[in-house]
């Protein structure tokens, strides 16, 4: 459903939400897939949630729903479901997708829904949650369609058309005795071969595959270079214990841009527009509180320099732009750095990208530190705060470039997420630095006078 | 390749490389995946990314490395490539391929290579340069694999097993007799059902499709939404154009998320590693040039309020973290408006966010105009310069939170990306804004002093 069609039938469920006319929200709710029904949640405040989840009446939709919400939206819907319910709607999901929703309930749930599961399945999914969430074996599916390397076309196709319609399969894998994946054969391969050739014959063996520990970031590097619909992750023994699909994929590459993106700005990554006041605040105030912290030494900074301040008033009048400017510097160095830490391109160029860096900002030092300066004179006549200014510009610029590019590649040497170097932390630290230089020089300039 | 071996590898060339040794070179290339030898030329300088190149032996290998490098690299590569040999390389990528790699070349280069292209090849394929880049049409393959209605599973297989083994198959779409899209089936649905079955009576009926005009964004939400592998374009006689695939899925949600990120920082999005110094500094002086421009506005605005600033000399050493605190609540509230613009979250909510925002940022401005406050009364006892801060963060911070806020929102309704507001320009237009708060509530707290 396209975003406006999807606005659309929002503001219906909304109306009808609001009015209580069930048996109308049922129809709509009736009519409308399962995956926009989890996509118009997340317009929609959580007594309505709950309101139009209560409408759902196929188990199937609704495990698809809950399955497809964000973890907020998860959190809402469940909140009033019994234990009961709740076991059989996991059970009518894929098992990834049932790790998920389990990890996002709290303990005492948990334990309650996991008791509920029986057999196998239990196993499969207790397996499946040892894993961290963020590495392969937190996102990988045990769904993998396997077959012996010996089986034949025939038979494969026969193995195939067997399947339940549910699972849906991305690659056939080929295990070898001890069941070691040992090639993968795509099913229209299946059909273009004689019925009695072995896959043994046909597969590539070559395959691409991660280990559960993988980093997810690492998956979706992968099956996005190699545009794979599907990763097969395998243990040390070669052995095949599932599979990383391109939807999960899809999500992991979304999931990381947006907690970069948030980390950037000094916002925790949870915050969505239904959290509550209160909420919103607490989650931004560690932030500010750095700020606050940075600030205030700024503070004491200038205040030992009211001397010289007091002495040239247009000194003042400069610390915004001398500030803005090199904090501009450090976050253009800082992100770019991020960025290209993240796609790879800084692998094993770090020394040269902070030198390349610095030059860069020394060059816009310079400009911009004639610049200032030119206006500086121009409009004050002030040759001291002129040079001042302009020599603070230009050291704090380059100062600006290093520490926006080597922070962040520090972080990521020491295995911090380098996203946190472009928010208020080094910000502020910058603003410090760049101040400090600006004064030191006016007061070396101006002390005399 | 797993990065770390990727690595490996990308030092091994760059050693041979640099001893010139071409024959050893060569060993390494022809053992290397074509999407491996592309992932590896952005860790390679030009010449050294042109003599690897140089190195690959098969066209079809080449090609996937064209079509697989970045932008930058691709440009670094062609450099010295005959226009003739580029036409082969060309004419052996998939079609969206070829629209997207002659989009980079040059207009004398572009058309010196069109001409080389004949016949239908050559339509299709100034076709789909019709299309702008960002938008359904100007990413899809037109190799959608289709059947007709009355087509029987038999014959569907039979014609799965003619395609060339070049193309791959997400799904088989199925025209009515006057090629409308009416249907879509897998390849699996093909071997489940009795070979004398019609397409009619298995195919999917209610299929999810864009127009060429989709904007690419809409495209990739779309895709991930329903976890589709190919999403088909359709005009507006529903007659089937083309399929988008996940793989250039995933490029676009890489591409929004850096543009965004790149965006936000005042980075212009084309900036690699591989760019000559003064191309780095060109494309970042334009934001900074703003930053430069509100900064000299700023500083006659406190030359405004030189005889505040003079008869209270503690004010200045407010100014920084005045600025610091609004400049970061403005944002936090614009990165997380940007970010739920992008998942869809604020459809229809644009209102109610304002004034929550402003709600948040109204509570972290009385928390922080107290702290400070007090801080300022303990540390100076100067209760006029306290009550100026105080009142300065209360309001600056309310304000801050709702240029944040509207902002991104009006820029969105205006068709501006969004993310262009958290850069330097929204950035510096609050300093200024904050400032004036300050001091203006400085003077006349402290005028009659």
């Known amino acids: 459903m396209a975003e406006s069609l999807l606005t659309q039938r929002v503001d219906a469920i909304r109306r009808l939400a609001r009015r209580g006319a069930a048996a109308a929200l049922g129809k709509v709710v009736a009519k409308t897939r399962a995956e926009d029904l989890a996509a118009a949640m997340m317009h929609l405040h959580p007594p309505e949630q709950r309101l139009v989840f209560g409408q759902v009446r196929e188990d ?5 729903v809950l399955a497809s919400v964000d973890p907020q939206d998860f959190t809402h819907l469940i909140k009033d479901l019994p234990v009961d319910r709740l076991a059989v709607l996991l059970a009518a999901m894929d098992p990834d997708d ?3 929703a389990l990890e996002h309930l709290d303990e005492e749930t948990r334990a309650a829904v996991l008791q509920r599961i029986h057999g196998e399945e239990r196993e499969q999914v207790e397996e499946l949650m040892g894993y961290r969430p963020d590495t392969a074996g937190g996102i990988m599916s045990p769904l993998a369609f396997r077959l012996s390397e010996d089986c034949t076309c025939r038979d494969a196709i026969a193995a195939v058309q067997e399947v339940s319609d549910h699972e849906q399969i991305y690659y056939i894998y080929v295990e070898n005795e001890v069941h070691q994946l040992v090639g993968v054969v795509s099913l229209r391969n299946l059909l273009t071969h004689a019925p009695s050739t072995t896959l043994n014959e046909i597969m590539i063996r070559d395959v691409i595959s ?21 990763v097969p992750v395998v243990d040390e023994q070669r052995s095949l ?3 990383v699909t391109v939807d999960d994929v899809i999500d992991v590459i979304r999931e990381e841009a947006a907690e970069d993106m948030l980390l950037m700005a000094g916002v925790s990554e949870q915050e969505t527009p ?6 919103a605040v607490l989650q931004r105030v560690p932030w500010l509180m750095i700020t606050l912290g940075g600030g205030l030494l700024i503070s004491e900074v200038i205040r030992r320099f009211n001397g010289v301040l007091s002495s040239d008033l247009i000194l003042a009048g ?3 732009i001398v500030m803005g400017m090199e904090g501009n510097v450090g976050i253009q160095s800082a992100t770019l750095t991020v960025r290209n830490l993240a796609t790879g391109r800084l692998e094993g160029r770090a020394g040269s990208t902070v030198i390349a860096e610095m030059g860069t900002g020394l060059s816009m030092g310079v400009l911009f530190g004639v610049l200032i300066g030119t206006y500086c004179m121009v409009r004050y006549q002030d040759y001291h705060v002129a040079a001042a200014v302009a020599i603070a510009v230009v050291t704090g610029m380059t100062c600006a470039a290093l520490v926006g590019t080597a922070v962040p590649l520090t972080m990521k040497r020491l295995g911090i997420d380098p996203a946190i170097a472009t928010g208020p932390f080094v910000t502020t630290a910058m603003d410090g630095v760049g101040l400090t230089i600006y004064l030191s020089i006016a007061s070396l300039l101006l002390g005399g006078r």
């Open 241 to 243: 214990l599932g599979i």
């Open 98 to 100: 049932q790790t998920d």
């Open 318 to 320: 400069f610390i915004p």
């Open 60 to 64: 199937s939709v609704a495990a698809v």
């Open 274 to 279: 239904n959290l509550t006041r209160t909420q």
């Open 210 to 230: 991660v280990t559960p520990q993988t980093d997810q970031e690492e998956v979706a590097r992968i099956a996005g270079r190699y545009g794979m619909l599907a």
